[in-house]
């Protein structure tokens, strides 16, 4: 899950005040199915633990239903490498991140019954870095 293409190679990290917490204005409904995996706190989410949060699900559901990504890795991170000193520019890009913030719905599953539909979802929640909660329509 990466852009196609970026307009800026590497961002600023954008920081942010830890005593407020922003939550979540867009994109903190369900908008296509019954259920959904909704963010409780801020932190960074890679593209590969979206990945592996969604194989989980698929593994449990059997492939059945539906199942939705309503968050995209946009925000590009950098690292400098080991044992590099400070200085000499900013690190090369090691990968994209989408940040969540409160409310944000995460995953929504369709087409299964309320069981399969939540157990799937926390699955599926234990694989990312953030609290979460299921929510249903």
């Known amino acids: ?7 800026f190679r590497k ?3 954008m920081r942010e005040n830890p ?8 994109g903190n409904s ?10 409780q706190e801020t932190k960074e989410i890679w ?11 698929a593994r ?6 539906k199942i939705w990504i309503r968050i995209f890795t946009d925000m590009p991170i950098t690292k400098k490498p080991a044992e590099v000193g400070m200085g000499k520019g900013k690190g090369d890009l090691s990968g994209f991140v989408y940040r969540a913030r409160p409310g944000n719905v995460i995953f929504e599953v369709d087409g299964l019954d ?3 539909c939540r157990e799937a979802l926390r699955k599926g929640g234990s694989k990312l870095p953030v ?7």
């Open 60 to 65: 449990y559901t059997n492939n059945a239903g």
């Open 47 to 57: 593209a590969n633990q979206i990945e592996a949060a969604r194989k989980t699900m």
């Open 131 to 137: 609290k979460t909660k299921t929510i249903a329509r």
């Open 114 to 116: 309320e069981a399969t």
């Open 19 to 26: 005593k407020k917490v922003h939550v979540a204005t867009r």
């Open 1 to 7: 899950m990466i852009p196609k293409k970026v307009k």
């Open 30 to 39: 369900l908008d296509f199915g019954s259920f959904g995996l909704v963010a």
């Open 11 to 13: 961002w600023h990290r």
